[in-house]
T-cell receptor, first 116, second 113 residues
Framework: EAGVAQSPRYKIIEKRQSVAFWCNPISGHATLYWYQQILGQGPKLLIQFQNNGVVDDSQLPKDRFSAERLKGVDSTLKIQPAKLEDSAVYLC??????????????FGEGSRLTVL | GNSVTQMEGPVTLSEEAFLTINCTYTATGYPSLFWYVQYPGEGLQLLLKATKADDKGSNKGFEATYRKETTSFHLEKGSVQVSDSAVYFCALSGNFGNEKLTFGTGTRLTIIP
């Protein structure tokens, strides 16, 4: 079974530029998450999708970050304009729907962003 | 809100030593608890989980017991190997079908031969 695919693996940009990250979840997983992992910290949820709909985006900086999940499969996370503090690894994860507290998320390898 | 407090690292042990990484949590209701591991150059992966009080999760020689009375989920292994070197994250998920994970800050473990 193919895992969660993310691209690009690495990106270096200058502040105020824009960047986009792509994620393809495991086939059949209805729930998709984007996490931000800053060096030395645990992952922090940015946004959670259930199929096409947003379940939780309370910690997404909406003035500069946006995300979409078209057709309930692939997802794109965009940052525009980027700030120095956006330097982090952006993790995509997916999970099956259903089952109380199954909680098992499957993570991609992440996209490492460096903002100069 | 939910939160996880994890033992700060880094932790360095000799091979075959006993390992404990402490984790305590704050949550309402009945969360599920997890340990995720991130090996060098790889993505996060689930190591073990426990979904109710007194459950013990185990995998690859690691164990953790869900202690509701102390709100803890400490990770243990009796004899660590060099291949266990990684970053370990404690996490919890909300109840009532909310699978959003809240993570601790992670503990970097290095095992020396």
């Amino acid at each position: 079974e193919a895992g969660v695919a993310q691209s690009p693996r690495y990106k270096i940009i200058e502040k105020r530029q824009s960047v986009a990250f792509w994620c393809n979840p495991i086939s059949g997983h209805a729930t998709l998450y984007w996490y931000q992992q800053i060096l030395g910290q645990g992952p922090k949820l940015l946004i959670q999708f259930q199929n096409n709909g947003v379940v939780d985006d309370s910690q997404l900086p909406k003035d500069r970050f946006s995300a979409e999940r078209l057709k309930g499969v692939d997802s794109t996370l965009k940052i525009q304009p980027a700030k120095l503090e956006d330097s982090a690894v952006y993790l995509c994860a997916s999970s099956l729907v259903g089952g109380r507290n199954t909680g098992e998320l499957f993570f991609g390898e992440g996209s490492r962003l460096t903002v100069l | 809100g939910n939160s996880v407090t994890q033992m700060e690292g880094p932790v360095t042990l000799s091979e075959e030593a006993f390992l404990t990484i402490n984790c305590t949590y704050t949550a309402t209701g009945y969360p599920s608890l997890f340990w995720y591991v991130q090996y060098p150059g790889e993505g996060l992966q689930l190591l073990l989980k426990a979904t109710k009080a007194d459950d013990k999760g185990s995998n690859k020689g690691f164990e953790a017991t869900y202690r509701k009375e102390t709100t803890s989920f400490h990770l243990e292994k009796g004899s660590v190997q060099v291949s266990d070197s990684a970053v370990y994250f404690c996490a919890l998920s909300g109840n009532f079908g909310n699978e959003k994970l809240t993570f601790g800050t992670g503990t970097r473990l290095t095992i020396i031969p």
